[in-house]
């Protein structure tokens, strides 16, 4: 604890980075919902126990032979009092852990008790057989039924699933065992964009805003999912089989209201999305990713 902000029956908001973060889409969501509101950092989770840093290994920063710096994995806490004393919140930033998950979410707890926290919920995203040209896909779970109307009433799909799980799933039964609503929101990202993708980011966040009760500004997001749309579209326009491809999954979605296997393989299509993509950001003298909720705030 870095220090102790005065907060009102706060909700909890988490996101994780690793494997439910298809696309960057919860951290971006996240990134972009803390910058928006100014939140302050108060508390953060020491990495060494959690992590084999042989598999997510530190970032080195080294300028003309001199060490300035090691960056291990950042799980931080960061606080925001509603000023118009609506709903107090706590952004938890963090990297899904490799090992000891019940303690790291012990400590986690510890964060919830001590500002009696009223409500968690999580923001995820995997990759799916979607497509983009429609509005993105958010899926809900929650660790007790009294939140399944709401979930449903904000036109979130309930999820059914069993299979290798995240940490959002412990996270919510572990909260059961300490009566704490939770819910977990995640965006499904066309599996044949595997880059930052701000339409699927900021839709998360408005459901997820939705869900709160608050208001925030989204309007660079937006800008930048406009952006990014514009891109796939001159992209499709030189691609039939692009083209015929996201028709199929269109078809699908609208017929079945769930993603089946589409007959046409799009690894190759991936591929190319993901080399027309960083062309016209290098082209733009911008970096090698898609304009990002990040950076937008």
Known sequence: MESHPDLRDPWLVAAFDGWPNAGGVAVQAMHYLRTKLG??????????????????????????????????PLNEFYSWKDPGGH????????AEPHRQWRHYLDCV???????????????GATYDRVPHTLDPRISASANDESLVAELTGLGLHLTSYMGPCSIHTVMLEAFKEHH??????????????QVGNPPVAGFLLQKLLHMIGIEVDLSDIRLASEEFQEMLKRFMAEKPEMREYVRQLEEETVRDGEVSAAPLGADHLMREVEEFLKQIQQGRGGDDQPPSPGAAG
């Not at 126990?49 to 032979?65: M, N, Q, T």
């Not at 709903?87 to 963090?94: A, E, K, M, P, T």
């Not at 704490?180 to 964009?193: C, I, M, N, R, T």
């Open 180 to 193: 704490l609503l939770s819910s977990s929101l995640w965006g499904h990202v066309p599996h044949y964009l």
């Open 87 to 94: 709903r107090d919140l706590i952004l938890f930033s963090g």
């Open 109 to 123: 707890y510890e964060v919830v008790r001590e500002f009696r926290v009223a409500r968690v919920v999580s923001l």
């Open 39 to 72: 939140a302050a950092k108060f508390a953060d989770i020491a990495p060494q126990e959690f992590y084999s840093f042989a598999v997510l290994r530190p970032l080195a920063v080294i300028e003309e032979g001199v060490v300035k710096g090691v960056r291990f």
